[in-house]
């Protein structure tokens, strides 16, 4: 076994690889970004290492092994893993890649050879075709619409478009193009026909280089959003035992079709209203998956030290009939993005952090810390949240308790909608399926976060915390005590506070913590009581009913959180109802960015005329496209942005005016602006 690995990656991969190395008694080298220094991998690992250029600097990464004396490379997942260069220069470098080799890789990364190879071991592939021997539009006609685009290169659902009819494919092509071009250095496209009601189910391998390959059980994966997994689960709902064996020896034969070493998963897409299909593959990972938690649970096994141990050449330690699964997994991802704006990534600074302690049969796998930056450099995945029981039903009911005790504050988080997601009727009853997410988006959104950005009782906790903090502010002159108090009638305090483009006065008189007033959109006063209990707690009672929340602030925004809910709120003395965050900002024409990243693309200049919906630019984060369109017709007067400029949340990118050409000729302009 070796004595020291580099970790050639970062968050919570890195530390999960960390820990094993650690239990193991192997030295752990990490390597950090320039954007990740002081990051919390590169902190516990017992030796970390710059990297000037990135993660994706292979020179830097070898050379890092060399200066720290690492006998290997754990690659984690994304970055280098699937990278046949870099396990070539690790090769050369005499230092051993944790992974398939090489040729392997290639086989498997290029889903049209894939396809072609395991179609020769006898295993169901998707009907379709690829470039560069087919007429891809032609391809699309023959199959049938709808039909799915995908990059050959990659993975990760980074480009993959669903088309439903001819006239989207040609913009569908071109998206789909430029997208696999920027994330994986390759523009080769493949079109498949779209499977119904799709189920989205993967197999997990291992493989000695002793020509030993045993699986480790199925994965259901079918709660996506755009293509990316949300919430996986081992064993499937699913599958009955005679289509789980068929799909297991399917994915056997993929892997020994590339004479495959180490941990992969076998892809399959399965028909859901087909009940017994064995599937088709769609492609395999080369690598350690997001998700490996759920199969770790259920078979007791580490996955990262059966790479390691296959990586030093050793024989796999367990046999195919010494693996047994045991009790039910589910694993939710934490991402740093909006349900409520598509899904779109976010960040910010982490103020406030809560993650679960104490939950019977509950992991995290996490590497987030107080004062971290979340940013547009990485993936939005900031952790995972896995819990395991004897059943499915108590496996969903132990992650759920565990999501209503994790709390981040500072960047908007998906937590809510995961836990609005494990409660749907559909997923509790295992009726799962890759287009469910997009079909129950409204009631999901609904559940999550209620019709209000600003439910009543945040409102006056915000209030009483607002007014707490002027109380703490006051100096030793009790004249200066904001609690109302005056000759007669105590005089109430004026809060606006503004949240997802909602406003919401509060008024509050008396001391928070000694009992106050609170009256909420001129309604009448209740008495309300402002606690403290933990560091960054608040502890509100309100007609009798305590509530607790996190609180922290951050600048003039106070973010509340509780039960896996978070609320950012931007406040300020009452005044003007105009003047106030986000005021102007509906109907204004002031075109603004839906998430922080880079301006892509600028479709239009400052004076074109522009209808209605029309494209204005693309913004991207993370490899993900978003194309931002004409609020209404008019003429583009402002387009302070240019195509390769970073951007921030809600940065203006345009301002469209009214257009004179508009109207109906018979009334001047400044009657539609009016």
């Given at each position: ?66 200066a ?91 480009g ?46 291992m ?17 996506q ?47 859901g ?38 990586a ?60 971290a ?42 937590i ?88 919401a ?5 008396g ?47 106070v ?10 709120i ?12 986000g ?19 600028v ?72």
């Open positions: 076994m070796f004595d020291t690995v580099l970790v050639a990656n970062r968050g919570e991969i890195a530390l999960r690889v960390i820990r094993t190395l650690r239990r193991l008694g192997i030295r752990s080298v990490a390597v950090y970004s320039d954007a990740d220094a002081g990051a919390r991998h590169a902190r516990e690992a017992d030796l970390a290492v710059r990297l000037p250029g990135g993660y994706l600097d292979i020179d830097q990464v070898v050379a890092a092994t060399t720290t004396g690492a006998q290997a490379v754990h690659p984690g997942y994304g970055f280098l893993a699937e990278n046949t260069a870099f396990a070539r220069r690790c090769a050369a470098a005499g230092v051993v890649f944790v992974g398939p080799p090489p040729e392997a890789v290639e086989a498997m990364g290029d889903k049209i050879r894939a396809k072609a190879t395991v179609a020769d071991a006898g295993v169901p592939v998707v009907p379709g075709g690829a470039e560069p021997g087919d007429d891809l539009a032609e391809t699309a006609r023959s199959i049938g619409f709808p039909v799915l685009v995908k990059p050959s290169a990659g993975g990760g659902g980074k993959m478009l669903v088309v439903r009819s001819p006239e989207e494919l040609p913009a569908a092509l071109e998206s789909a193009r430029r997208t696999a071009a920027a994330a994986f250095g390759d523009g080769t496209l493949l079109v498949e026909k779209l499977v119904g009601d799709p189920r989205h189910i993967e197999i997990q391998v493989a000695d280089a002793h020509g030993a390959v045993v699986h480790l059980g199925e994965r259901e994966c079918s709660l959003r755009r293509h990316q997994k949300v919430v996986e689960e081992a064993p499937s709902p699913l599958l009955d035992e005679p289509t789980r064996r068929r799909m297991a020896d399917a994915a056997i034969k993929a892997a020994r079709s590339v004479g495959y070493v180490g941990a992969g998963t076998v892809e399959f897409i399965v028909p209203d087909q009940p017994g299909h064995p599937g088709y593959f769609i492609e395999m990972n080369t690598r350690l998956q997001v998700e490996h938690p759920v199969t770790e649970l259920v078979t007791g096994l580490d996955l990262v030290e059966l790479q390691l141990r296959v030093a050449g050793e024989p796999l330690p367990v046999t195919q009939d010494e693996i047994v699964t045991r009790g039910h997994a589910v694993e939710a991802r934490v991402y740093a993005e909006d349900p409520r704006r598509d899904f779109l990534p976010t960040g910010g600074r982490v103020i406030a952090l809560r993650e679960p302690e104490g939950h019977d049969g509950v992991r995290v796998d996490s590497a987030l810390q107080e004062g930056v979340v940013g547009s450099d990485y993936d939005p995945m900031l952790s995972k949240v896995i819990a395991w029981a004897p059943d499915r039903a108590g496996a969903l009911r132990r992650l759920d308790a565990a999501l209503r005790d994790t709390t981040v504050l500072g960047v908007t988080t998906n809510a909608f995961l836990r609005a997601l494990l409660a749907d009727p559909a997923v509790a009853a295992g009726a799962l399926g890759t287009g469910l997410i997009e079909r129950r988006l409204d009631a999901l959104l609904e559940a999550a976060y209620g019709a209000e950005a600003l439910p009543v009782g945040v409102r006056a906790a915000a209030g009483l915390v607002l007014q707490d903090g002027l109380a703490a502010a006051a100096g030793d002159d009790p004249w200066d005590v904001p609690d109302g108090w005056r000759l007669g009638e105590p005089a109430w305090t004026r809060w606006l506070l503004a949240a997802r483009g909602e406003t006065e509060v008024a509050v008189r001391l928070p913590r000694s009992g106050a007033e609170v009256a909420v959109d001129g309604g009448p006063p209740v008495t309300a009581l402002l606690g403290r209990g933990p560091e960054g707690e608040a502890r509100v009672t309100l007609d009798g009913v305590t509530s607790r929340f996190a609180c922290a602030r951050d600048g003039e925004t973010w509340l959180g509780r039960d896996g809910r978070s609320w950012a931007t406040p300020h003395v009452a005044g003007d109802p105009d003047d106030r965050p005021a102007g900002r509906a109907g204004d024409g002031v075109v603004r960015s839906p998430m922080p990243g880079t301006v892509l693309l479709k239009v200049a400052a004076g074109d005329r522009v209808a209605e919906g029309q494209p204005l630019l693309v913004v991207e984060a993370m490899k993900m496209e978003h194309t931002v369109t004409a609020p209404a017709a008019g003429v583009v007067a402002e387009l302070p942005v240019r195509a390769g400029q970073p951007v921030d949340m809600d940065a203006v990118l345009a301002v469209v005016r009214d257009d004179p050409a508009a109207g109906d000729g018979d009334e001047p302009a400044e009657r539609e602006e009016a």
